[in-house]
């Protein structure tokens, strides 16, 4: 056997002793993490975090370079209620040299979200910024940008952020910069700047005219003033634009018309309101209060019977009736109104599923429309 042959054969026993000790003593290591790794995906679907946390944490203890196991390990800290300890672990991870820009990224969103937790925002707000120097555009640092100014009621910043949410194709509401402009306009009213609030109020009309809150606090302003006629003027906008909350000017309404020496002109008012918005139920309301104080009981009455469906959750609309019927004498409807009512507030109680809201016929153990299960 010539010396070539020898060395071949010396090297071929190597290579294959090489594959033996890979496959009998490396590939159980793979094969035990990986199973590892799986038990604790397992915890964490299973909604197991004390688990979970356990199993990451060997994890990550056996192998250090695992940034995916340590920013896993920081997260379950959070959500256990424990963010100082979840910012030590994800401040690790950042910390680390040669960081790839996905595990800086991730870094950055975790360290975020647990100062959120601690209600930290300014120190969130840097890791949110630090995530847009990386990656411009990011949707989710842009929205938080937004949520942490919101709560910091920075609303110049808020405005801000909101635009660049929005070019970034965020679908927040469009009401937003203008209720923002309207805090900041409130804060300059509070610190005395009336004139400085008023201006703000205005350019939160320019902003969004189909914002509700501007018209409310310059009627408010306007009514402080003395100047009655704008702030009705300024009040009926707003109650065109939120009915629901609309309701709760009216007195003040009546009390200026009053002050002016129009008290004509409220049911004009109610009746102009009532033409655009005749299912208002609050409108309604307000138009029979106001014939109940001038002693027309029974147009009242028939505002009120007018509402094809009575809404019985609104004591309002209830308390209004029974009072109408009761001083017209109307004995049998009374006890009739108060008999329907009782019916729709059991109804409501008793047979309305308490995780939707939907209300049945008759007794169900199962909701029909979104599946709830009674339990004893």
Request: hydrophobic fraction near 40%; glycine fraction near 6%; charged fraction near 25%.
């Amino acid at each position: 056997m010539d010396l070539i042959t020898v060395l071949i054969i010396i090297l071929i026993a190597a290579i294959a002793g090489l594959l033996l000790r890979y496959f009998f003593f490396f590939q159980p290591k793979k094969i035990g993490a990986r199973g590892a790794e799986i038990k604790a995906l397992n915890h964490i679907l299973a909604g197991e975090k004390k688990q979970a946390l356990q199993q990451l944490s060997e994890i990550a203890r056996n192998d250090t370079s695992n940034h995916g196991a340590f920013l896993q390990v920081g997260d379950l800290y959070r959500q256990l209620g424990n963010a100082e300890q979840a910012i030590i672990v994800h401040e690790d991870v950042l910390n680390r040299q040669g960081l790839g820009q996905d595990v800086l990224l991730m870094a950055h969103e975790r360290l975020a979200k647990d100062y959120e937790a601690l209600k930290r925002y300014p120190q969130a707000a840097l890791h949110a910024e630090a995530i847009l120097k990386i990656k411009k555009k990011d949707l989710w640092a842009l929205q938080a940008q937004h949520r942490y100014a919101v709560k910091q009621a920075k609303w110049v910043d808020a405005i801000k952020a909101f635009q660049k949410e929005h070019a970034a194709g965020g679908k927040a509401d469009p009401l937003l910069p203008a209720i923002y402009k309207t805090q900041e306009a409130l804060q300059q009213k509070m610190a005395g700047n009336k004139s400085e609030a008023i201006s703000l109020l205005k350019q939160a009309i320019k902003l969004n005219n189909k914002c509700a809150a501007p018209y409310y606090h310059l009627g408010k302003i306007r009514q402080e003033e003395g100047n009655f006629k704008h702030a009705i003027d300024f009040f009926t906008s707003f109650i065109e634009l939120d009915p629901m909350a609309g309701s709760i000017v009216f007195s003040e309404i009546e009390k200026m018309y009053f002050e002016l020496g129009q008290f004509e002109q409220v049911e004009q008012f109610y009746q102009r309101l009532h033409q655009k918005q005749p299912e208002n139920l609050e409108i309604v309301i307000g138009l029979a209060n106001y014939f109940e104080r001038k002693g027309e009981y029974r147009d009242a009455l028939s505002l009120l019977e007018e509402i094809k469906e009575p809404d019985y959750t609104n004591l309002s609309f209830i308390l209004g009736q029974l009072s109408m019927l009761d001083k017209l004498g109307h004995k049998d409807l009374l006890k009739k109104t108060i008999d329907a009512f009782i019916a729709s507030d059991r109804q409501k109680r008793i047979l309305s599923c308490p995780d939707c809201g939907n209300i049945s016929d008759e007794p169900q153990y199962i909701c029909d429309k979104c599946g709830w299960v009674k339990h004893a």
